[in-house]
């Protein structure tokens, strides 16, 4: 046993050796001007290297056929919960059938009842994007609460993120040329009201409605940190605050407001922070919100601006994920670069790990028009092909008349562009060479038998993939290789399901619990599965997991596996 043990051992380091996983020197190219990292492969000792690290780690890499055997009478003793969609998807269509690319829908005037929502969502929309420039905050509360509802009684997977350029506003004119000094104990008035010169200890902001829902008591935050303030009165639509963390007011710096530790709205699982022009504001969030949100939140940046590109790569290593607008980046960026700039921008987030939302005139035409124009479909098909993890639309489905449709084509047009590209035999894998990420020894070979998974997913033309993650890393890991089969990424926490749903590729499940035996989480999963009518026997999956035991060490029960579904 222990000599076919170290056979397959082998064999796995094989297959990790052939990923393009670890980087020579840097090389060097420009992208508008500014110099990009990527890096060129080095083959040389590249399976000495991975197979001294995966000894070393004692990584249990198992590659034998097992059978999965139905426990047919017997009862699952936990739960699991699967959007209604997806589940509807498996039973008509199978594995083959579920769409890779996700679909981000803006919540407007058009389409914020329940019974639109619930069509949205019906229809493929993974995330709702409110822009909290629009409207009032109870009105953004109310739709966050129907989402909610829809997915605890309808089945529903939707996330809901918000767009900060009206929870983050920006402070207009404070009464000085450049920066003021915000001492603690003093107390300043923030208003919209707009007035000539400077006021002392005055700031106006540019949302009119910027005041509405908060209460006194809230804290208010200056630029992610910068300075804080509590809301010590409200006199009509102003705030009287006191300074609490003496810091700087900057120009055109942003605000946002926090109730018991936490953003003033509940239940939102991404932030798409405005107009970022570097790494330090999305640090300064994320910094915040680990320390005082009581779930995990994941920040986005916006690319609109030239400075956004001139610092892009910190930027995406900072963030959560990038939103590309190429609305406004059309303002500041010729418009025929335009196309090269939205690929160069997907490239090193797939470099980086981190998805990508290509957002902004998609379907443009559809506000007004129930059907698309030929150019908006082939600009749609061209996102697709360059494995954006997400589309979204703006005022297609926030303001116009054919929502609906509108979502419609996003998901006709991309599923039948991944069908293309699996047909075809479009590698997409292949097609880049990744950057090595992992710091620790535990993350560079979970980045390697995700690498190594993908490969052998497609080389033996598996169904599916199913991973057990509890973190979700290794979901997004596998992601990030675009493998031609569906990725089941079963987790027992809510906010890592809620935090996938703009990963290409990936459907979260979340489960009641799961067993440091993956043995025994393949079993029910697989049978409640089974159960449901969501597969069918025959079906080969290639299972990864990084669950294991609290008293081994994590890096031994990182593991392959592949099973056929009877």
């Not at 051992?9 to 090389?27: C, D, I």
């Not at 992610?224 to 102003?238: N, P, T």
């Not at 970022?276 to 601006?305: F, G, M, P, R």
Request: with cysteine.
């Amino acid at each position: 046993m222990a000599a076919a043990s170290e056979s397959v051992l082998l064999r796995f380091g094989n297959e990790v050796a052939k990923q393009p996983t670890l980087f020579s020197g840097p090389m060097k190219s420009r992208f508008l001007g500014v110099p990009v990292t990527s890096g060129a492969i080095s083959w040389a000792g590249r399976k000495r290297q991975v197979d001294s690290r995966l000894r070393l780690a004692g990584v249990r890499a198992v590659a034998e056929a097992a059978r999965v055997q139905s426990l047919s009478g017997q009862e699952p003793n936990f739960g699991m919960a699967i959007d209604t969609v997806a589940e509807e998807v498996l039973r008509g269509e199978g594995f083959s059938g579920m769409r890779k690319t996700k679909l981000v829908c803006t919540i407007g005037p058009a389409c914020c009842s329940l019974l639109e929502l619930e069509r949205l969502a019906a229809g493929g929309m993974n995330v709702a994007r409110l822009n909290m420039c629009h409207n009032s905050r109870d009105w953004h509360r109310d739709v966050i609460a129907k989402i909610k509802k829809l997915n605890e009684q309808k089945g529903f997977s939707v996330s809901v993120m918000i767009d900060t350029e009206g929870s983050q506003i920006h402070v207009v004119d404070h009464g000085a040329p450049s920066s003021l000094k915000a001492e603690e104990g003093s107390v300043w008035v923030f208003t919209s009201q707009k007035f000539e010169g400077s006021r002392p200890f005055t700031v106006r902001a540019n949302f009119e409605g910027f005041s509405q829902g908060i209460m006194v008591g809230d804290e208010l935050v200056i630029d992610g940190g910068m300075a804080s303030f509590v809301v010590v009165e409200k006199m009509g639509d102003d705030l009287r605050c006191k300074c609490t963390d003496p810091g700087l007011l900057l120009p055109r710096a942003k605000m946002s407001f926090w109730r018991n530790g936490k953003l003033s709205y509940h239940g939102i699982d991404f932030i798409a922070v405005s107009f970022v022009s570097d790494a330090d504001s999305i640090k300064q969030l994320k910094n915040y919100l680990s320390t005082s949100s009581s779930k995990s939140v994941k920040v986005l940046a916006k690319v609109e601006t030239l400075e956004s590109l001139q610092n892009l790569e910190e930027i995406v290593e900072a963030s959560d994920g990038i939103m590309v607008a190429r609305g406004d980046l059309g303002v500041e960026v010729p418009i025929e670069q335009i196309p090269t700039v939205q690929e160069e921008i997907t490239r090193i987030c797939r470099q980086l790990n981190k998805p990508v939302i290509i957002a902004s005139q998609l379907l443009e035409s559809m506000i007004e028009y129930p059907t698309p124009t030929r150019a908006e479909v082939a600009d749609v098909t061209e996102v697709v092909r360059q494995y954006a993890d997400a589309l979204m639309l703006s005022g297609e489905s926030a303001i116009g008349s054919n929502g609906q449709k509108a979502v419609s084509v996003l998901k006709m047009v991309s599923s039948r562009m991944e069908l293309w590209t699996r047909e075809e035999h479009q590698q997409a894998s292949a097609l880049y060479s990744y950057k090595k990420l992992g710091a620790s020894l535990a993350d560079r070979i979970a980045e390697a038998i995700c690498n190594s998974a993908v490969e052998m997913a497609n080389n033996l033309g598996v169904d599916a993939i199913f991973v057990y993650t509890k973190h979700g890393e290794m979901a997004s890991l596998l992601s990030r290789n675009r493998p031609n089969p569906p990725i089941f990424a079963f987790t027992n926490d809510r906010s890592v399901r809620m935090g996938l749903n703009l990963q290409w590729g990936v459907i979260p499940v979340l489960v009641d619990n799961l067993s440091e035996d993956m043995e025994a989480n393949v079993l029910k999963t697989t049978q409640l599965l089974k159960t449901k009518g969501m597969v069918k026997r025959g079906c080969s999956v290639l299972v990864v997991s990084d669950i294991f035991s609290t008293s081994a060490t994590p890096n031994a029960f990182q593991s392959i596996k592949m099973i056929t579904i009877s």
